[in-house]
């Protein structure tokens, strides 16, 4: 049985209902930011792109910024943060 197919063998399954899936590669531009000096709770914004298109935008909370640093596997010394304009 074939296991990858093109949208062109399979667009009238599709429409008619039929759920596909697939991979790809993906961008996430993640801002982060503690709003409440009394908390550690991190507030996240996601925005997931392909190439220069933001294709989806989601939010989540993380009790601390360690436990967002370790779900994308960043170690703390990584250079990789930008500073954004206070509000």
Known sequence: MKTFYSYQEIQ????N???ITFSYP???QVTAAQKHHDSQTIHVTFVL???EYAIGEFTSKFETIE???DAFDIADHEELFELLASE
Request: hydrophobic fraction near 55%; aromatic fraction near 0%; charged fraction near 10%.
């Open 67 to 69: 436990r967002l640093l």
């Open 12 to 15: 009238n399954l599709i429409g």
């Open 17 to 19: 209902g039929q759920a």
């Open 49 to 51: 792109l392909v190439g």
């Open 26 to 28: 993906l961008r996430a």
